[in-house]
Every structure is written in structure tokens, then in C-alpha cells.
């Protein structure tokens, strides 16, 4: 993959776990890149904010990790990772910082982007329900069977 050449989210699909490893390595830009294609087809509700690891700072694991959250529950995180040298598909997990608490959500092949958008409009639903207590939402996420 050359640093300049230009892919799209289809093109960024068809590429394997190594071949997103290798154009990773060609910096903050390739990374940024690749991130802001798949926030792009994710097209999230305005109650999300969403931030992409640049540099290793939730352990570096995966070429896309993304990391997507409520303003008001900054301690629930909705975590959209690619595949890797050391994963195989893409994942999407909701975790809970305060009760360590995680669910996989999405584990798929290909990245639908419907898949993660449904679920956080499950995750809204159920936090104005009030599920925002320590690991309350996973526990309901568990019961409403939204696990993968």
C-alpha cells in the first residue's frame, strides 16, 4: 500500500488484518485516515462523540480502534475495532470502565455499519431508561440479548 494512494471504505474492507497493520505504520495520517472513513459510514447520532486512537494509547492492538461515547456517561464506552495481525474481524464491545464490565456486541467479517449504529441506538434507549449505573447497561444489554 503506497501513502498516498487513495481507498474507500470498500477498499479499506477488503483489506486483511497485515494489510491494515502495514498501512498503519505509515503514521498518525494513514491512521486518521482510515478512522475518519469508517466514522464516516458509521454516521452517528448527535448524543455520540467519537475519538480514534493515534499513537498506542489503549494498548495500540488494533489499526482502527475507535472509541464512542455519551457526554454523560463518559465512563460507558462503545469500542468499534478492525481486524488486526491478531484478530480476524471487526468487533464492536460496549464497556464499563467503573465495573470492568465488557460485551461484545458485533463481530463480523465486514464492517456493516448499520450493525453498530442499531446498537447504539439500543445503548441510548436503555441509558434514558436510566441504565447508567456501574455495569447496569451491560447487564441489561445481556438480558435484552444484544450480545454477538
Avoid at 456486541?105 to 434514558?128: C, F, G, N
Amino acid at each position: 500500500m503506497i501513502r498516498n494512494e487513495h481507498f474507500t471504505l470498500n477498499t479499506l474492507q477488503s483489506f486483511s488484518g497485515c494489510d491494515l497493520e502495514e498501512l498503519s505504520e505509515h503514521g498518525e495520517a494513514a491512521r486518521l485516515r482510515m478512522c475518519g472513513l469508517v466514522h464516516s459510514a458509521l454516521k452517528l447520532p448527535d448524543s455520540w462523540r467519537m475519538d480514534c486512537e493515534m499513537r498506542g494509547e489503549w494498548g495500540g492492538a488494533y489499526p482502527i480502534h475507535l472509541r464512542l461515547t455519551q457526554p454523560e456517561i463518559e465512563e460507558i464506552a462503545v469500542e468499534l475495532v478492525s481486524p488486526s495481525a491478531c484478530w480476524p474481524a471487526w468487533c464492536t464491545v460496549v464497556a464499563d470502565s467503573r465495573s470492568r464490565s465488557r460485551l461484545r456486541l458485533y463481530v463480523s467479517d465486514q464492517l456493516d455499519p448499520m450493525a453498530p449504529q442499531e446498537k447504539l441506538s439500543v445503548i441510548a434507549e436503555y441509558t434514558r431508561a436510566g441504565f447508567t449505573g456501574a455495569g447496569e447497561l451491560v447487564a441489561a444489554m445481556k438480558m435484552g440479548e444484544y450480545a454477538a
